[in-house]
């Protein structure tokens, strides 16, 4: 996809509420609208279809900003395994910013964890027309035993916390009782019945998902109020080779979205 000539990317800090640097790049293409992105668990701003939808809305003239939550990638913060309203209130953070800098956040875009917690931002802040989750978990109690193992509530039960390893068996982070806890009192299916239903959400998932079953798309679109579901067949989690294909998903839903937006306001 050719560039934007008259774009520019670079890097800026946001302050979020537990005054961390929250580190991120702007697609700057000198529109007032902006498009939000948010990376999914254990990855950053840098990962690679995250930039490439990026570099997508910014070709099409709009703005773009990715960056990474507290804790991951370049931004302050520890890393934790739950988190996904600490990570809503990096967003909320994010969001308030361009607000306040007189620019329109039109839409928020997050992939795997990252697109959870655009739709639970979207269930408690009524302030962004539009969403775009890609590849979301819609039950967050499952996918804890592969990575936890089979045993994890007896374990944290008994020593209050869990390290996990990587494969090569060094040490990659800790999960502790809160963290976990808070996953599994995260309920998407009560969160997303609270999406307004003039906010427009774009549900996007692979059919062929190693990590999180395409069943999980399905069961969002049976409750989010306004949502159109797309099912890429044969795209992995990271959609590997099928990259162009997503942003063909991605780019006509927030054109339509700006459109409209604009249309209203008129």
């Not at 790049?25 to 007032?32: A, F, M, N, R, Y």
């Not at 494969?167 to 299916?189: A, I, P, Q, W, Y």
């Not at 999180?212 to 798309?217: G, K, M, R, S, T």
Request: proline residues 2%; charged residues 25%.
């Amino acid at each position: 996809m050719a560039q934007n000539p008259a774009a520019t990317q670079q890097k800026m800090m946001i302050l979020n509420k537990h005054n961390e640097k929250l580190v991120g790049v702007l697609h700057e293409t000198g529109s007032k609208e902006i498009v939000v992105l948010c990376h999914g668990f254990q990855s950053s701003k840098e990962y690679s279809i995250v930039v490439i939808t990026a570099n997508a809305i910014e070709s099409v003239g709009i703005s773009a900003f990715r960056f990474d939550f507290a804790g991951n990638g370049e931004s302050e913060g520890s890393f934790q395994f739950g988190n996904y309203f600490r990570e809503v209130g990096d967003l909320r953070a994010v969001i308030d910013y361009f607000t306040g800098a007189n620019r329109t956040v039109v839409a928020i875009l997050g992939h795997s964890k990252g697109g959870n917690a655009v739709l639970l931002y979207a269930s408690k802040y009524q302030d962004i027309p539009a969403v775009v989750s890609v590849s979301g978990r819609y039950d967050l109690k499952r996918g804890i035993e592969e990575r936890l193992g089979k045993e994890f509530l007896e374990r944290i039960g008994k020593d209050g916390y869990i390290d996990v390893k990587t494969r090569k068996g060094e040490f990659d982070f800790r999960v502790t009782k809160e963290s976990l806890m808070e996953r599994l009192k995260t309920n998407m299916h009560e969160a997303c019945l609270s999406i307004d239903k003039r906010c427009r959400v774009l549900i996007v998932h692979g059919s062929a998902d190693e990590l999180i079953p395409v069943e999980d798309a399905l069961e969002f679109a049976k409750i989010i109020p306004n949502n159109r579901l797309q099912i890429i067949e044969g795209a992995s989690h990271g959609y590997t080779s099928r990259e162009a294909e997503l942003v063909s998903v991605i780019l006509p839903f927030i054109k339509e979205c700006l459109q409209q937006g604009k249309k209203a306001s008129e």
